[in-house]
């Protein structure tokens, strides 16, 4: 059984937590203003819906009340009574819905005192419509009342009613007028679904049209961020482009934020390149003192020395990775990296069955090509050197995004390196990812390759994991970030 070694986590910072109600809501800006928009303008759409049909219905009340009103005057001046008591007259209220019978519309005069007789009623009046008594409704002062009773077809009617004095004599009669209150209802209901209707339509086409807008307002932002990501991808150096007024501050932030770190990568590079070679000097004098020292004293001096000068290069290696790390300029395609290194390896050892697989797609590394190839180079190395007659070399990329690093802005691509030689046991796996801890001490090299190759990618955020090999063998098995 293998045991997988991870490198340890780096440290991250404590990240602040919004409300449950921001999280909820979806991260896109433009779902959000266009979201906003729609309710503002459906509660918009409504408002006035629900303010044209007040209006409409209130106006069409009112003329309807003014137009049995009306009727019912006209109705007093064509009535008259004779001599006799009988009411006479031949009404014409201009209105043909007068005449059709079971319309909704009536009217009627009945005799509302003694020495008067007979009734008088329009030809679509084919049943008497029964009134409520005075007690129930009572007129008012101008002796007229108004209310709601049921039609001879079971409709709504409203009727206007009113007692008039026909003569000297004080004869008087009772005169109704009744309209279809159930054909107003029709006709409101029917202007509010036309209403319905149009506001539905442009409330869509204002939606749609609104959207577009923001839409196409936000495009710069999308300009950015596909600017941005050519930045990190390492096509661009800069954000190009012309930009609005509003966003363009963003973009020369972003740009001085860039130049800045480039700058930062820099000096901490030149800084690195001066100690190292401040100290090459003394180191070489030590090495070659201790070895034109000889002796066992003098090999101990030239040996500290080399050891020295490695964990300097070492160190300082780190220390420039650290600087870059952070930085989303670098982009290094693997394949041919890991071809080149192949080739001179075999080269070198023609004896060694050197083995590689290459997926079809492209991988770019998301560092430098230098730390690519130290990283390699040790495993590579140390593979060769345990070998018996093969090594096998395979990269290949990881489904899904995540992993280490930019919260997940890159891919992962999994490198692995197997031979056939002793392999490492298992309780001895972390032993040799150690500084300095060899387990044969036999064998050439200074205990220092596999404590590099985990440093640079714990340095990179990716893992390391030393299995047994199918071959029998060590199987060292990478996984670093790749770009798109």
């Given amino acids: 059984m293998s ?34 928009s729609t309710i503002w303008a459906i509660l918009t759409l409504i408002v006035i819906f629900t303010l044209i049909t007040t209006l409409y219905r209130q106006a069409s009340e009112r003329g309807f009340d003014s137009l049995l009103s009306a009727h019912l005057f006209n109705l007093i001046g064509s009535v008259g009574v004779s001599e006799g008591g009988s009411l006479t007259g031949a009404p014409d209220l201009g209105d043909l819905r007068f005449s059709e019978p079971n319309s909704g519309w009536y009217w009627s005069v009945e005799p509302a005192s003694e020495g008067v007789h007979g009734d008088l009623h329009s030809s679509s009046m084919t049943k008497t419509i029964p009134s409520p008594s005075v007690a129930e409704v009572p007129f008012n002062s101008s002796f007229q009342r108004s209310y709601a009773t049921e039609g001879i077809d079971g409709e709504e009617l409203e009727v206007f009613e009113s007692e008039f004095v026909l003569d000297a004599k004080n004869r008087a009669a009772r005169f109704r007028v009744m309209g279809n209150q159930t054909e107003l209802d ?36 999308r300009r950015v961020r596909n600017a941005l990501a050519m930045v990190r991808e ?21 740009n001085a934020l860039i130049e800045n770190n480039k700058r930062i990568v820099e000096r901490s590079r030149t800084q690195v390149g001066n100690l190292a070679h401040s100290l090459k000097t003394p180191l070489a004098v030590l090495i070659n003192e201790g070895r034109a020292l000889g002796g066992a004293q003098g090999q101990l001096i030239a040996e500290q020395a080399a050891s020295m000068q490695k964990q300097v290069d070492h160190y300082l290696q780190r220390a420039r990775v650290a600087a870059q790390r952070d930085s989303v300029v670098y982009r290094t395609p693997v394949a041919p990296l890991v071809q ?4 001179v390896l075999q080269k070198l050892n023609p004896r060694t069955d050197l083995s590689l697989s290459l997926p079809a797609t492209d991988i770019i590394f998301a560092g430098e090509r230098e730390d690519l190839e130290e990283l390699l180079g040790n ?24 992993g280490a690093g930019k919260e997940g802005l890159a891919n992962l691509f999994e490198i692995s390196i ?62 670093l970030r790749s770009l798109q």
Avoid: C
Avoid at 340 to 343: D, F, G
Avoid at 386 to 399: D, E
């Fill in 418 to 479: 197997e031979d056939d030689g002793p392999g490492i046991p298992e309780d001895k796996a972390r032993e040799v990812l150690k500084r300095g801890r060899r387990l044969d001490e036999t064998k050439p090299g200074t205990g220092l390759g596999l404590a590099i190759v985990a440093d640079l990618i714990n340095e990179y955020g990716g893992a390391l994991a030393l299995e047994r090999s199918g071959m029998g063998g060590l199987k060292a098995v990478v996984r």
């Fill in 234 to 254: 390492g096509t661009a150096q800069r954000l190009d482009g012309h930009f609005p007024a509003e966003i363009e501050p963003l973009a020369n932030e972003t």
């Fill in 3 to 36: 045991r997988r070694h991870k490198a340890e986590p780096l440290p991250t910072q404590q990240t602040i937590r919004s409300p449950l109600s921001l999280r909820l809501w979806p991260r896109s800006l433009a779902f959000r203003v266009i979201a906003f």
């Fill in 379 to 402: 495993l590579l190395d140390n593979a060769m050197k345990w070998a018996k007659g093969a090594v096998a070399v395979s990269v290949s990329p990881i489904s899904g995004k995540g």
């Fill in 340 to 343: 080149r290194m192949v080739r």
């Fill in 186 to 221: 029709q006709e409101i209901a029917s202007f509010q679904r036309r209403l319905l209707t149009y506001l539905s339509l442009f409330g869509v086409g204002m939606i749609a049209i609104n959207a577009i807008a923001i839409l196409l307002g936000l495009q710069p932002l």
